[in-house]
């Protein structure tokens, strides 16, 4: 199944190329990927189209990772990069940084957005012990504190001055422009997070049964735990900076890699990765056709099409945490 997801984003991305002011047609395609000539063709494929679709589908599958272990770690469902603040508290001190200290290269934007990132996450855990980490009072705290960070943004924003239309793009979320030195800036971070979890998948199976059975069975949560939320904040850190805050993929595709009941958590891992690769890929190829020649952020198509899937999993009660053990 993750080799059908793979193969179908590989379709997409391939539609991707063709797709664009310029349209080309498939033959022509094909002769400039096998031997790229220089030319207007070659350029656009190489240097505007192929890293752009490759950095939808690396980002969408960190996004994906980061939620599935997100919603693992807190066995709450409705958990993902932004409902647990993860997202806004990597995207403040990102754009604080922007704002006020442009001094700073954007190379140190990841460490910045890990470093906020974690302590939003750390001050949600906090702010939900007071129900005792309960998934409602969880969702409640990162609600709250994703909507004081988005608050301090829309503040920093109004001190930006001409600065704001492209902030305001990027907060939308998306790839337009995006070559192979983003591709390159954002992959490690991503790896990283999603090997990370792939070589813990035994300790996440646990958790996912329940903190007591996985402590009954010689788990150290004291320093699993912390580890487990470090991997999830690293794919937010490193896709952040790059596309801005993307909706929705990190929530869905953890939900509905469970509903294909893959064999085990390392597959589902995989298969997450694989579908929020897609939704990404397609996300980013819609916004950026239908209204061509101008684009829509990602983040805009996401949401719209997140939303309706994210009612639908709810009404259809397949909203849970099962088929991962």
Known sequence: MTMMIVVAAAIVVAGGLLIGAKPLQPRALWT????PDGKIDSILVWTL???????????????????????????????????TGVTSGAVTPIVFCFVFVPWLSSVYYPLVGLAGGLAAALLTFWVSRGGRGRPLHLALGGISI???????????????G????????????GFQGRSWTQLTYMTPWVLIGTAGALACQRVIGLLA???????????????WKPLVLLLAVFPVAGVTPVAGPIAFVGLAAPHIARLLRPNGPGWTIALTAALGGLMVVAADVIARSIAAPQELPVGIVTALIGGPLFIYLVQSRSFSLKGEA
């Open 146 to 160: 994703s909507l004081f960070l988005s608050a301090v943004t829309t503040y920093v924003l109004l001190l930006s």
């Open 32 to 35: 400039v990927l096998l031997a």
């Open 209 to 223: 049964l329940s903190e007591q059975a996985a402590a009954g069975m010689g788990l150290q949560l004291s320093f």
């Open 162 to 173: 001409p600065q704001v239309p492209s902030l305001l793009f990027w907060l939308s979320g």
């Open 49 to 83: 189209r192929l890293p752009r679709s490759l950095a939808a589908f690396i980002g969408g599958a960190g996004l994906g990772v980061s939620g599935y272990l997100l919603q693992t770690l807190t066995r709450n469902p409705l958990a993902g990069p932004g409902l």
